[in-house]
């Protein structure tokens, strides 16, 4: 639809327009304004949102409301409790003197800790870069026919320009932008939708998906067991946990739950309409909405998805670049070095688009289950102060380095043999609930034994 591609060129020339005109170190890697100070209440409430919702998490929310229904909705939204336990781990992180998650757990377990945490993170971002350049794909594939492969390039290299000129400062900027225009026009597809003849709200929310409830309540439970460890490994969200003062940064945790579980729940509805009609799923439900709605209403949505992916990408680059320098020092600290790191995940993660794989919530419960080693460490070291050997951090680690492996491989043979027969997602229940018993035995068992020695 032409009036997408240029509704989305215009918001890209406004973005670059937006972008700092003059760039500083300390603008780009901690998204100093250029008067030197740190960034409000609502540039960082907008800038976590819109960071959050991603194209990919928008989708996998509609997907997941089509084939499970509400529960399939509330299991994604559960995610954005996030925030919640986010801000928690900041506050408790910023009363401790750290100023990041490696510099935490570098004063507990030195480099190992420090290293073990970065290639998570890293992985994280990849993904991140990967699977929203996907969903780009995906549009205009539907849009034009096929995966458009030169619309993942040309986004990739305009997202990067911005990026790169201004890093952090220049992605705060730009969410602004880009989340006042989203909610606008998502709020117009959604009030469309609400009006639609024939619209149920109480429908909707009673609704259990092409394939039944089950499974959208066994992915409630994982959402449970993950939504404590899955924000302290997203380094978008810490990263702006430690820009602003104590207070503004509660406030915005506070404020990004809400809006965020609201606009992704919003979101799953479209799936649940779909499911309901009884339309059938094609093309990740972009061709399925095609044929469902008013012109205006998919162009709407489509608009969305794209504006919520150009938001990611700047965001999780300038994180990409905060990882290389400042923590594993890969690069000078100047804006050279944050640009050459930038371009080298914007190029790995267009690469990857081309490898196949369109599975959207397959990226989120892999990074998910590798984040689990967080929560006994967390719990156990940062809220009870206990602690933790650096063996048993290494167990807990490992554990969950070997669950998300797991998933991942779940249909090679013989580790299909060692699953529990069922589907992919009571398999990922289980993964959870092992990687979490072998953390919490290994960090427990820790702590008693090092707080023994003292007394002896």
């Given amino acids: 639809m032409p009036v997408v591609l240029a509704l989305f060129g215009a918001i890209l020339i406004a973005s670059l327009i ?34 959050w919702i991603f194209a990919r998490s928008l989708m996998n929310s509609a997907i997941l409301g089509y084939f499970y229904g509400a529960p399939g909705v509330l299991a994604y939204t559960a995610y954005y409790g996030s925030f919640l336990t986010g801000g928690f781990i900041v506050a408790r992180l910023r009363a401790q003197g750290a100023r990041s998650v490696q ?13 073990t945490y970065n290639l998570v993170i890293a992985l994280r971002l990849l993904s991140e870069v990967f699977a929203n350049l996907l969903v780009v794909g995906l549009i205009f594939g539907a849009l034009w026919g096929g995966t458009d492969t030169a619309a993942i390039v040309i986004v990739a290299v305009l997202a990067l320009a911005y990026s790169a000129w201004g890093g952090l400062s220049a992605a705060l900027r730009t969410d602004v932008l880009q989340m006042v225009l989203f909610l606008a026009v998502f709020g117009a597809a959604l009030i469309a939708l609400f009006l639609t003849p024939g619209f149920s709200l109480g429908a909707a929310l009673t609704a259990s998906g092409t394939s039944g409830a089950y499974n959208g309540w066994v992915l409630l439970a994982v959402a449970a067991l993950q939504v404590f460890s899955y924000p302290a490994h997203d380094p978008v969200m810490m990263d702006r946990g430690f820009l602003a003062d104590e207070k503004t940064t509660k406030a915005s945790f506070l404020h990004a739950f809400w809006i965020s579980a609201l606009c992704i729940f919003g979101f799953g509805l479209f799936g649940i309409e779909a499911s309901l009609q009884g339309a059938e799923y094609e093309g990740q439900l972009i061709g399925t909405w095609a044929g469902m709605f008013p012109a205006w209403v998919f162009a709407a949505l489509m608009l969305s998805l794209l504006v919520s992916a150009l938001s990611t990408l700047d965001s999780a680059l300038s994180s990409a670049a905060r990882l290389v320098v400042e923590e594993l020092h890969l690069a000078p600290r100047s804006l050279l070095g944050g640009r050459l790191a930038m371009i080298a995940f914007a190029l790995a993660g267009t690469a990857l688009t081309l490898w196949g794989s369109q599975s959207l919530f397959d990226a989120v419960a892999v990074s ?26 290494m167990v807990a680690w490992g554990a969950a380095m070997l669950g998300a492996a797991a998933y991942f491989a779940r249909a090679t043979p013989w580790i299909a043999a060692l699953l529990p027969e069922g589907h992919k997602y009571e398999q990922l229940l289980a993964i959870c609930i092992v990687v979490l018993i072998t953390g919490f035995a290994a960090v427990l068992i820790s702590a008693r034994r090092v707080a023994a020695v003292p007394r002896g």
């Fill in 368 to 393: 998910g289950t590798a984040s689990l080693f967080l929560t006994p460490v967390l719990i156990g070291g940062l809220v009870l102060r206990r602690t933790i050997a650096p063996w048993a951090y």
């Fill in 18 to 51: 937006l972008a700092p005109r003059r760039a500083s170190v300390e603008g780009f890697f901690g998204g100093r304004t250029q008067s030197g100070d740190a960034p409000g209440l609502w540039t960082l409430v907008l800038s976590q949102v819109t960071t």
């Fill in 103 to 115: 510099d935490w757990l570098g004063e507990r377990f030195g480099r190992m800790g420090q290293g």
